[in-house]
């Protein structure tokens, strides 16, 4: 059983005030440990984003997280908002 603020594997996409879509996810092994990754969506590549993202954040922590780290990109009424399906 997991703490009620812990989250679970992630796959989430953002999109930040539509200049560029930021994928999370939490791979199978790799480098990452299991630690949640931030791929940035330019066209038909990714790249991996240089954020260290923390382990446990909730869906809506996550969002506030990302929000604030991208804040310098954000444009007025374009909030950071997600794309993926909210559970």
Same mark, same amino acid.
Do not use: C, H, Y
């Given at each position: 059983?997991? *703490?009620?603020?812990?989250? @679970? *594997?992630?796959?989430?996409?953002?999109?930040?005030? @539509?200049?560029?879509?930021?994928?999370?996810?939490? *791979?199978? @092994? %790799? $480098?990452? =440990? %299991?630690?949640?990754? +931030? &791929?940035?969506?330019? %066209? !038909?590549?990714?790249?991996? +984003? !240089? &954020?260290?993202? *923390?382990? %446990? &954040? $909730?869906?809506?922590?996550?969002?506030?997280? &990302? +929000? !604030? =780290?991208? +804040? @310098?990109?954000?444009?007025?009424?374009?909030?950071?908002?997600?794309?993926?399906?909210?559970?």
């Amino acid at each position: 059983m997991k *703490p009620p603020n812990s989250a @679970g *594997p992630l796959d989430m996409r953002f999109d930040i005030s @539509g200049q560029f879509v930021v994928n999370v996810v939490t *791979p199978n @092994g %790799g $480098t990452s =440990k %299991g630690r949640p990754i +931030a &791929l940035i969506e330019e %066209g !038909d590549r990714w790249s991996i +984003a !240089d &954020l260290l993202i *923390p382990n %446990g &954040l $909730t869906e809506r922590a996550l969002e506030t997280f &990302l +929000a !604030d =780290k991208f +804040a @310098g990109f954000v444009l007025p009424a374009r909030p950071v908002r997600r794309l993926d399906n909210i559970s």
